[in-house]
Every structure is written in C-alpha cells, then in structure tokens.
Nanobody, 115 residues
Framework: QVQLAESGGGLVQAGGSLRLSCTASGTIFSINTMAWHRQAPGKQRELVAAVTSGSSLIYGNSVKGRFTISRDNAKSTVNLQMNNLKPEDTAVYYC?????????WGQGTHVTVSS
C-alpha cells in the first residue's frame, strides 16, 4: 500500500505562482509513475503532469510551458511548480502514484485562481 499526502494549495491571483508537494509513504519501492491530476467543478478529472520512474515527463496541453513537475526519489516526493496561473486552473489537485497493480490517490488540495 502507498499513502500520499499533498500540500501547498491555496488562493492566488491570476499570473501568480503556487508550488504543490506530495510525499509518498508505505511501499514506495513499488512506485513507477507519479503524477498530478486535477478536477474542476463539473468537469472530469484530467492529467496535469506525470513523471515516470525513468524520468520521462508528460504534461497536459493546457499547462505546457507554465507548470513543471519534479520528483525526488530520495525523499519520495513529487512537486508541481505552477507559474502564470489562470482562473481556468482552479480545481482540486490530486497527487497520484502507480505501481504494477493499481493507482493510488491523495486526498486532494484546492487551488483557486482569482481573476
């Protein structure tokens, strides 16, 4: 089992920045990919960014050039630096981790971007 704990959400004005952090605990040696997803009110959950165990990076089209995902295996953390935030980035952001059997999810952290 893997447990994920997110931090760093909050309220920011458009154009501002936030940094989200997620720390994994439990059977962390089994984790392959770590990622951030988000879900806005009334919308489906979508991938924001992911980093594989081989350090390949994947970004959603709407955040390319503005968000940066990074992973520290020694600390079992994955971070999401979000710059030039837009009101449409408002959502609950979820940390996710995958091993060979299943996906694990954090509780989510709220990000609100005011115009």
């Amino acid at each position: 089992q893997v447990q994920l704990a997110e931090s760093g959400g909050g309220l920011v004005q458009a154009g501002g920045s936030l940094r989200l952090s997620c720390t994994a605990s439990g059977t962390i040696f089994s984790i392959n990919t770590m990622a951030w997803h988000r879900q806005a009110p009334g919308k489906q959950r979508e991938l924001v960014a992911a980093v594989t165990s081989g350090s390949s990076l994947i970004y959603g089209n709407s955040v390319k050039g503005r968000f940066t995902i990074s992973r520290d295996n020694a600390k079992s953390t994955v971070n999401l630096q979000m710059n030039n935030l837009k009101p449409e980035d408002t959502a609950v952001y979820y940390c996710a981790a995958a091993d060979s059997d299943r996906n694990y999810w954090g509780q989510g952290t709220h990000v609100t971007v005011s115009s």
